[in-house]
């Protein structure tokens, strides 16, 4: 084999000896691929097929040593190095273009400790592998909504989902994190060993090193719940979102509420006669008792003349994969996302206007509560921060990867999310920014613990190693 040309870290390219190469593949218990090996196309998949990015190398490691080694060689050759977990990203960080991608996918081990309540979790794990996991104790963790989202990169930007407004965001629920750091240590960071490293992978992304296993504390949640989605005509969105509020404003914890607007998709739960016809929608996740769940959900179930109602009891595993079919890999995407304190009437106003000759049938502008146990912490606990949240907003555009609607649709998502930023609590979600996104913007979602963030990369990460992701310079 020739030598082999890899991207370095200043962004040039750097010849590679083969025998260097072939030295390095020697000692893993995993895997080096090259384009031409079984299995790259897998390892360098991306949700968002709008990103066009080819590592040089990939190395799919069978252990922590292995990730040791492959930090040490990165570091020590200068090159360019990616982490990727779920590879669901937007911004498609989970690859270095023409550097080298370590795919954490062969990591996958889920353990369950009953007793101590808490899941060991390997940085390979899709959300899918730990709630199948832990919900066979009746347990979860709080993960996000769209199953096959890495466990990796959710956490390590903050993360949240249907059970964000009883237990916090994702990072409230980790315990502990096993990482391998840029000087090539192993630690393991929790509240009382390396508690700043710790505080900095609350929300800080793949900024400070690899993280090899992630601890969460356990709930008792499930295994079934009432839970689902209900859909109107358009024109019933005013009373909709009316209701919406006035439930949200509320509801207990255990029931979370998410209302989108949207054109309705071709699904089955749907009539055909609403496809492709202006719908709102609410999706319903209540965990309580399904006493409770049926005295909550009645003003919704009740409300008006639904198209359709699919809020029932159900595994709570098949909740968090409803969404799924949603948001298929490949397709274009493009999202902006903000925090907001509450929901105004003028809020409401704006919303609505952004759909007015609405053509795309899959742009929507997603409101997704999270109010709760996350509003009870201090700004700083953990570098996530946005303790003010109420509702997330995405705006969110898919559309086929050959109909040539990039810009329109870009576009479109651009305008809604000028109109609704004024009001926003000025953050908004690192997990959700774009290729095109500034280091402003990166700053913005982190706000005051910005500075703290910068600190502790400096001193776990000097030479700036862990630059594939949204960047927070040492
Ligand atoms: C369809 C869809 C639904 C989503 N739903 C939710 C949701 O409900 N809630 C929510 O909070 N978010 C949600 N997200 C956002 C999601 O949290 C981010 O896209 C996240 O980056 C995905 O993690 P991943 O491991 O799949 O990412 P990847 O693309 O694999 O990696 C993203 C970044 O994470 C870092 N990273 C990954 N693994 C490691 C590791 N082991 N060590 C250090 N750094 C690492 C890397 O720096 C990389 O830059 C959703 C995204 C999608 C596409």
Same mark, same amino acid.
């Given at each position: ?21 072939d030295?390095f593949?020697?000692?893993?218990e ?5 384009p ?6 897998e ?6 097929g ?5 590592p040089s190398?990939v ?11 492959t930090?040490n060689?990165a ?8 982490i990727?977990?779920g590879?669901h ?10 550097g080298?991608?370590?795919d ?6 889920v353990?369950?400790?009953v007793d ?12 899918g592998d730990v709630d ?6 009746g347990?979860a963790a709080?993960l ?21 407004r ?17 000087d090539g ?9 390396s508690?700043?490293?710790?505080w ?8 400070f090193g690899?993280v ?19 859909a ?20 207990p ?7 989108i =607007?949207r054109?309705?998709?071709p $699904?089955?739960?749907?009539? /055909? +006669? &609403?496809?492709?016809?202006? !719908? ?7 965990s309580?008792s ?6 909550d959900?009645?003003?919704i179930?009740?409300h008006?003349e639904p198209l359709a ?5 159900r595994?709570?595993?098949?909740q968090?994969?409803?969404l ?8 274009h ?30 742009n929507?502008?997603?409101?997704f509560?999270?109010?709760g146990?996350l509003?009870e =912490?201090?700004?700083?606990?953990? $570098?996530?921060?946005?303790? /003010? +949240? &109420?509702?997330?907003?995405? !705006? ?24 609704l ?5 000025g ?7 774009t290729?095109?996104?500034t ?6 979602s982190?706000?005051?613990n ?5 600190e502790?990369?400096t001193?776990?990460?000097?030479t ?11």
């Open positions: 084999m020739a030598a082999v040309q890899i991207t370095g870290l200043a962004g040039d390219r750097r010849e590679v000896a083969a025998e260097t190469l030295g593949a020697s000692a893993l995993g895997s080096l691929l090259y031409d090996s079984e299995g790259f196309a390892a360098t998949s991306l949700w968002n709008m990103i066009k990015k080819r190398v190395v799919r490691p069978g252990s922590t040593e292995d990730v040791l080694r930090v060689f570091r020590d050759n200068e090159l360019e190095l990616s990727r977990g590879g990203n937007i911004a498609g960080l989970a690859l270095s273009d023409g080298i991608t370590l954490m996918s062969p990591m996958k081990s353990q369950v400790d101590a309540r808490l899941v060991r979790v390997g940085a390979g794990c899709t959300l199948r996991a832990t919900q066979e104790q347990r709080t996000g909504f769209v199953s096959a989202t890495g466990v990796a990169g959710l956490t390590l930007g903050g993360g949240f989902g249907y059970l964000t009883r237990f916090g965001w994702t990072i409230d629920d980790l315990e502990e994190a096993e990482i391998v750091t840029a240590g192993v630690r393991r960071a929790s509240r009382t060993a508690d700043d490293l710790f900095a992978l609350r929300g800080g992304g793949g900024n690899v090899t296993e992630f601890v969460y504390r356990l709930h008792d949640v499930g295994p079934q719940i009432t839970a689902g989605v209900i109107w005509p358009a024109s019933e969105a005013d009373a909709v979102l009316e209701l919406y509020r006035t439930i949200a404003e509320s509801a914890r255990e029931l979370t509420l998410v209302a =607007r054109n309705a998709p $699904a089955p739960w749907l009539p /055909e +006669a &609403a496809h492709g016809t202006p !719908i709102i929608q609410i999706v319903a996740c209540h309580g399904l006493e409770q769940a049926t005295a959900l009645a003003p179930k009740s008006g109602d699919m809020i029932q009891v595994d709570y595993v098949a968090q994969a409803l799924d079919a949603t948001q298929p890999k490949g397709m995407y493009y999202w902006k996302s903000e925090f907001l304190p509450g929901l105004s009437d003028e809020l409401f106003e704006t919303y609505n206007a952004q759909f007015v000759g609405l053509k795309a049938p899959a929507q502008i997603v409101l509560q999270v109010s146990a509003n =912490r201090a700004e700083d606990d953990g $570098a996530m921060g946005n303790r /003010e +949240a &109420a509702f997330a907003c995405v !705006i969110q555009s898919m559309w086929g990867p050959d109909t040539g609607a990039d810009v329109a649709n870009r576009e479109w998502v651009r305008t809604a999310w000028q109109a930023k004024s009001y926003s609590t953050g908004n979600y690192v997990n959700f920014q290729e095109d996104e280091d402003e913007r990166t700053k913005e982190y706000r005051g910005f500075g703290r963030l910068a502790i990369k001193k776990y990460d000097p700036n190693l862990f630059r594939v992701n949204r960047n927070i310079r040492p």
